[in-house]
């Protein structure tokens, strides 16, 4: 069934028909371009909130991202951000495929339809002109048989006539026979021209309007079914998007998973420990014998030897009342204003910042020496002259560097004496044995030349970040390819440990392990596994108790 046989007279209705069909697919077009701005809006405010609640402070400057807590809300955040990113892709493709191509896509049908309703009028209106032509010739056919009528009846009257002369009545009779085959000749063309008439009316309802129709009717099926496709976009880009969507729901429940109560505890303890020892029992001071009094060495305000603490910014001394207020304090470049334990992490951090400045002086001074070697060889390279200055520069830098070194060495000496003498001596071995290896850096009195030395190895092997896939220590191999040894104690594991590393070996939460070799002050102690296999784990995961 097509609408050129079944609706030849309803050309308003294909009109009215044709025009809602485009005006639905304009309507589309402006729904999703509404639906655009409203992801596009959505994605922007999620990236608004997310900005907002990001820390301002970089993440190596904040403690806060420690705690699984923290690093679980800024793993959602990411998450949050990545969504919106999603959002603002379908807003993308939505824009693309749906608003520009359809609304290209109208303005084709709009001109192809003007084009057939242009050539139905016009059709129309060459039938319109020959049934004019038709009605002309009509009317004239019926005036020219009423003239000849007329004539004739003219004619017989003078015939009748006894009064009237024989010229009047040939003039008569001859004025009827004109007008009788002028009438004869209306007739035909009037028969011809309905003839024509009847041909153009017939092409016209059998043959153009029908084409003109179809035409129409095969636009406006092209049109459904495109407007059909668009439909489909809208969900298609929904489904694009939904892996990657997925993919971030499934991080924020890992992230929700990742949260540790118990490990965030002991990263408050390590972050906040101050090593300083519980204090003592107050003594009975015997007010009634002034003369026999003596110091108490348990006394906070004096020690053992009867003289004065002194008081100032420079040492941190315990607090004897937890929820005190707490004094301003003056940042000291030892860190002494901090607790024994605090002080000593972060000289730990300023000796290992120092030392990769110092070797990558040493670095820079190799180089500007082999440049300088060029240059004295292959002139036309450059002037060797030139790398005076940079090179006299660099060795400033490394004097300076040794010598904050050897500062922060002695400085570290000092406060981890202060950490051992208020802490048991199960705990001292746990976070660093009581007699560093002969490897470790040398202290303040050591000579320059033995100092350098030590420093560039130490600063060589310094402890990487857990989770880096390099080797921790190149003398791994080595190591183990030597006889095994007996234990020297055992250990208990605080917390899991996953050894990628080489090197390193894994262990569980609460397993008991042997004690190979102690912390050389590195972080890493090696362990032996009682299922077998020995590797270095971090010491700050160990309790350990030497034979």
């Not at 009605?135 to 009846?153: G, H, I, L, W, Y």
């Not at 350098?452 to 080797?471: I, R, V």
């Not at 003398?475 to 007996?486: G, K, L, V």
Request: proline fraction near 5%; include cysteine; aromatic fraction near 8%.
């Amino acid at each position: 069934m097509d609408w050129g046989t079944e609706l030849w007279d309803q050309f308003e209705v294909i009109e009215r028909h044709t025009q809602w069909g485009l005006d639905l697919l304009d309507k589309y077009v402006k729904f999703v371009k509404e639906r655009t701005e409203v992801e596009q809006a959505y994605a922007k405010q999620l990236r608004n909130l997310v900005k907002k609640y990001l820390p301002k402070r970089p993440a190596k400057d904040d403690p806060e991202t420690k705690f699984s807590q923290q690093q679980s809300f800024l793993q959602i955040l990411q998450e949050v951000n990545d969504f919106a990113g999603q959002r603002e892709l379908v807003a993308e493709n939505l824009s693309v495929h749906v608003c520009l191509e359809l609304a290209k896509y109208s303005q084709e049908m709009k001109q192809e339809r003007k084009m057939h309703f242009q050539e139905g009028r016009r059709a129309q209106q060459q039938l319109e002109s020959g049934f004019k032509q038709l009605e002309n010739s009509k009317r004239k056919f019926e005036r020219d048989c009423r003239e000849a009528e007329k004539a004739a009846q003219n004619a017989e009257r003078l015939d009748q006539d006894i009064n009237a002369t024989k010229a009047d009545v040939e003039k008569a009779k001859q004025q009827a026979h004109l007008r009788s085959h002028m009438a004869e000749e209306s007739k035909n063309e009037y028969a011809a021209q309905l003839q024509r008439f009847n041909r153009d009316q017939a092409h016209f309802y059998f043959s153009q309007m029908p084409q003109i129709f179809d035409k129409l009717q095969d636009m406006d099926e092209r049109r459904a079914t495109q407007l059909g496709a668009g439909y489909g976009l809208l969900s298609e880009a929904e489904l694009q998007v939904l892996p990657i969507i997925t993919k971030c729901l499934e991080g924020m429940k890992v992230a929700a998973a990742a949260v540790d109560s118990k490990n965030d505890s002991q990263v408050l303890i390590e972050l906040h420990k101050s090593g300083f020892a519980r204090p003592g029992d107050v003594e009975f001071e015997d007010f009634s014998q002034p003369m026999n009094r003596a110091p108490s060495d348990s006394s906070l305000g004096n020690p053992s030897d009867g003289r004065p603490e002194l008081r100032g910014p420079a040492r941190s001394r315990p607090k004897r009342w937890p929820f005190g207020k707490k004094n301003k304090t003056v940042v000291t470049e030892d860190f002494s204003h901090l607790p024994p334990e605090q002080q000593r992490k972060r000289l730990q951090q300023q000796l290992e910042e120092r030392n990769r400045e110092l070797q990558k002086e040493v670095d820079q001074r190799e180089a500007l020496k082999k440049m300088k070697d060029v240059y004295e060889k292959t002139p036309q390279m450059g002037d060797p002259a030139s790398l005076e200055p940079q090179i006299a520069e660099t060795l400033n830098n490394i004097e300076r560097l040794k010598l904050e070194v050897q500062k922060y060495e002695a400085w570290l000496t000092e406060a981890e004496s202060r950490v051992l003498s208020n802490r048991g001596d199960s705990l001292s071995r746990h976070t660093r044995p009581p007699d560093p290896p002969a490897s470790a850096p040398p202290d303040s009195s050591s000579s320059s030349n033995s100092g350098s030395q030590e420093n560039k190895e130490s600063s060589e092997e310094a402890p990487l970040e857990e989770g880096q896939d390099t080797p921790i220590y190149t003398e791994f191999d080595e190591d183990f390819e030597e006889e095994s040894a007996s234990p020297i104690g055992h250990c208990v594991a605080i917390y899991h440990f996953e050894g990628s590393s080489e090197g390193t070996i894994s262990m569980a939460e609460g397993e008991d392990l042997s004690l190979m070799e102690e912390d050389k002050g590195d972080g890493w102690t090696r362990v032996r596994r009682k299922q077998g296999g020995e590797g270095y784990v971090p010491t700050s995961y160990l309790r350990v108790t030497l034979n």
